[in-house]
């Protein structure tokens, strides 16, 4: 089973010739662009989370503030 799953070592290999023949760049500049792009794709997993967690909070905000109109029609507050 072991020898189906490949290494990290082994994947990072890859990536960085894929850099270079994708992109005519040197081992060195692709190994550099590799670890950016791996540094911007955990960026962008930080900030999907991000939005997700402010959606859910909007998402509560909007409940609330619904009750909250519903309790005051329900009392009157809101005739005049």
Same mark, same amino acid.
């Given at each position: 089973?072991? $020898? @189906?799953?490949?290494?990290?070592?082994? @994947? /990072?290999?890859?990536?960085?010739?894929? !850099? %270079?023949? /994708? $992109? *005519?760049?040197?081992?060195? %500049?692709?190994?550099? /662009? &590799?670890? +950016?792009? &791996? *540094?911007?794709?955990? $960026?962008?997993?930080? @900030? $999907? !989370?991000?939005?997700?967690?402010? %959606?859910?909070? @909007?998402?509560? &905000?909007?409940?609330?503030?619904? +009750?909250? !109109? +519903?309790?005051? %029609?329900?009392?009157?507050?809101?005739?005049?």
């Amino acid at each position: 089973m072991e $020898e @189906l799953i490949p290494s990290a070592k082994q @994947l /990072k290999d890859i990536g960085i010739r894929e !850099k %270079t023949d /994708k $992109e *005519r760049v040197d081992l060195r %500049t692709a190994a550099w /662009k &590799l670890a +950016q792009d &791996l *540094r911007s794709y955990q $960026e962008l997993g930080a @900030l $999907e !989370k991000a939005i997700q967690q402010a %959606t859910h909070q @909007l998402a509560i &905000l909007n409940m609330v503030n619904e +009750q909250q !109109k +519903q309790a005051i %029609t329900e009392n009157g507050y809101g005739r005049r």
